[in-house]
Each structure stands twice: as C-alpha cells, then as structure tokens.
C-alpha cells in the first residue's frame, strides 16, 4: 500500500476493510496511491511504515502471532501492540511538538463512540493534558499514524477539519494551553511479510 496524502485511505475508507484494491498495476516505489491484491491474501507477521521514502524513515513492528492478511488485521478490533512512541516521533518527525502523552497506541484505535471521535489504523491519539501512557485519554487532541479520521467527522486521514487523507500523517487540534494547531501529511509506503 502507498498514499501521496489524499483522502483516499482515511480511518473509514474502505480499502481498509474490504478486498478492494487501487492501482494495482503500480508496482513502482514511485509516488502514488495504491491498495494491492496481497493485503487482502497474505499472511502478515511484520508491518512497516515508512514516511516521505519509500526504504528508509520507517517504524516496524513484529506480530507475536501471525495475522491472516493486511485486511483481516485492519478489519480486526483494537490490537495494543505496534507503537513504540520514540520510533513514530522520530519517522512522523514531531519533536518539536508538544504532543503530550499517547493514547490508545495500536492499530484500529476508533474513539467515535466517545469523547472527541479521532480515529487511528495505526498509529495514536496524543493528548497534551494526560500526564501518562494510557490505553484512554478523557480529550485526544490529535492522532498520530496511518489511517486517520479528525473529531468534527470531515475524515482527515493526516490533517484536522479537513476531507481525509490516507497513509501517513498526523493532526493536532488547537489546544489554548498549549498554543497548537497543525497537521502534516507525507508520501508514505506501508509494507507487509
């Protein structure tokens, strides 16, 4: 899978969940959006995200237990595993953000039932006021990852109040405490074995 930060794989996108694929033909580590036949088919014990390059700048995770494909995994319920906060700082390059504490670090974190509503494929919702790494944060001020969707519904994969985008990125919302408001979203390649 690769995204160029459009909306076509936000947190509710189809591609996620269905066998659809996008652009299946390109096959090159070139630029562009695309959803392949093997995340619906292949067993999957390692994901890799990599961000503005399509090698390097990446973060991987290791399954303790092999998942039946790309698809059932994004279609599964919320997993905790697959985010070490330093490594996602350093790809998505956010050190000079005060993102506070993670919440709800995994892959198909969704929170539109509660509080603010962002949602994650993988990645985090960050909330400045938390003083620790909780499974839940009372206000998640942003996300963090692949696969995002803002609290106002407007299904912004990478950045808030915005018509979604895809594959990597991340979204802060304004917070008068701390004096940010800001988003990015980046070419990015995600990798399955």
């Given at each position: 899978?690769?995204?160029?930060?459009?909306?076509?794989?936000?947190?509710?996108?189809?591609?996620?969940?269905?066998?659809?694929?996008?652009?299946?033909?390109?096959?090159?580590?070139?630029?562009?959006?695309?959803?392949?036949?093997?995340?619906?088919?292949?067993?999957?014990?390692?994901i890799r995200?990599?961000?503005?390059?399509?090698?390097?700048?990446?973060?991987?995770?290791?399954?303790?237990?092999?998942?039946?494909?790309?698809?059932?995994?994004?279609?599964?319920?919320?997993?905790?595993?697959?985010?070490?906060?330093?490594?996602?700082?350093?790809?998505?390059?956010?050190?000079?953000?005060?993102?506070?504490?993670?919440?709800?670090?995994?892959?198909?974190?969704?929170?539109?039932?509660?509080?603010?509503?962002?949602?994650?494929?993988?990645?985090?919702?960050?909330?400045?006021?938390?003083?620790?790494?909780?499974?839940n944060c009372?206000?998640?001020?942003?996300?963090?990852?692949?696969?995002?969707?803002?609290?106002?519904?407007?299904?912004?994969?990478?950045?808030?109040?915005?018509?979604?985008?895809?594959?990597?990125?991340?979204?802060?919302?304004?917070?008068?405490?701390?004096?940010?408001?800001?988003?990015?979203?980046?070419?990015?390649?995600?990798?399955?074995?």
């Amino acid at each position: 899978m690769k995204t160029t930060g459009d909306t076509t794989f936000n947190y509710f996108a189809d591609y996620w969940t269905t066998n659809n694929t996008l652009n299946e033909s390109d096959t090159t580590l070139t630029v562009g959006s695309a959803k392949y036949k093997s995340f619906n088919t292949l067993p999957v014990t390692t994901i890799r995200g990599c961000v503005t390059t399509p090698t390097s700048n990446c973060v991987q995770h290791t399954f303790s237990a092999a998942k039946d494909s790309a698809r059932a995994l994004f279609s599964g319920a919320y997993l905790a595993e697959g985010v070490d906060k330093d490594e996602f700082v350093s790809v998505f390059d956010v050190s000079n953000y005060h993102l506070g504490e993670y919440c709800a670090p995994g892959f198909n974190s969704d929170d539109t039932l509660h509080r603010r509503g962002y949602c994650v494929r993988w990645g985090v919702a960050a909330d400045p006021e938390q003083p620790a790494w909780t499974l839940n944060c009372y206000y998640e001020d942003g996300v963090l990852g692949w696969g995002l969707y803002d609290d106002v519904g407007r299904g912004a994969s990478f950045r808030p109040m915005s018509s979604g985008l895809p594959g990597y990125g991340y979204a802060v919302a304004g917070n008068p405490a701390t004096n940010f408001n800001t988003a990015a979203w980046r070419n990015s390649w995600m990798w399955v074995r």
